[in-house]
């Protein structure tokens, strides 16, 4: 795999997350609210479509979140911590091709790559050679690297936000036909995520099937999603809304330029056409 195809897998699983999320809270029709509490809290009063409009006001409203991400269909996983303007820390990893430790602090960005990371990156003894010289060692730049930059588009969550919130809904034109399937919302029975009390939403069409997991006691943030289709699946964990992301950054000491990780790609590339 090369540096920009590693590079583009976290924004992509981003992305991915998001169109999740829109998926859900655009929808035609919903069931009617149920007439008891039943341990829904304040939502039993709501029908599905409203629970989830709140929830994805409060994901929009966020100024920052822990976000994780994982599919059955690729090896890509997130675990980020971000705000909204721009700054994150945490990781992403591609599975056996290895996993790097991400910190954003405005335009600055630290990646510290694991042994299978190198050793995917780089052929042979390279790979080792590698893994030995930096382990422990962080990779610094900017986003003015194109590899960085890449790397930490995962890092926006205003741009996570806004493919949550969707378009906005457009109206037939006069005479076209209906969608054939109207997709529909329901309740699901309360449970619990993670020690806290939440409510499914679910909503099916096509095959697929989504469920959204809000909060009941406080705010109602949506604090999972999960989806299933074409026997392939997908989740998302959202927590901790409003917890800064931590400031601290690597020490010099612990650090290395990012030119470093470009030198050994070009020279590995050199040395595979020679």
Known sequence: MTSRRRAATAPAALTCGAALLVGIACTGSTAAAGASDGGEGDLAHKSAQQISDEALHQLVGAQSLRLRTSTSAD?????????????????????????????????????????????????????????????????????????????????????????????????????????????????????????????????????AVQTLYVAIDGKHYPVKLTAEADHQSATILLSNYGTPVSDRTPAPGHTADISALEDLMQGSQESESA
Request: include cysteine.
């Open 75 to 207: 090896p890509t996983k997130l675990d980020l911590t971000l705000d909204r303007a721009g700054n994150c820390t945490g990781a992403v990893s591609k599975g056996d091709l290895g996993r790097v430790e991400l910190v954003k602090r405005g335009n600055q960005v630290w990646m510290k790559p694991d042994a299978a990371f190198w050793k995917s990156q780089l052929p042979g003894s390279k790979g080792d050679e590698a893994a030995a010289k930096y382990k422990d060692t962080f990779l610094h730049g900017t986003t003015r690297d194109p590899f960085l930059r890449g790397l930490s588009e995962a890092c926006d969550l205003k741009a996570f936000q806004k493919s949550a919130a969707g378009p906005d809904e457009e109206q037939p034109p006069p005479g076209a036909p209906s969608p054939s399937v109207t997709p529909t919302l329901t309740k699901g029975r309360p449970t619990t995520h993670e020690g806290a009390r939440v409510l499914p939403v679910i909503k099916k069409a096509d095959g």
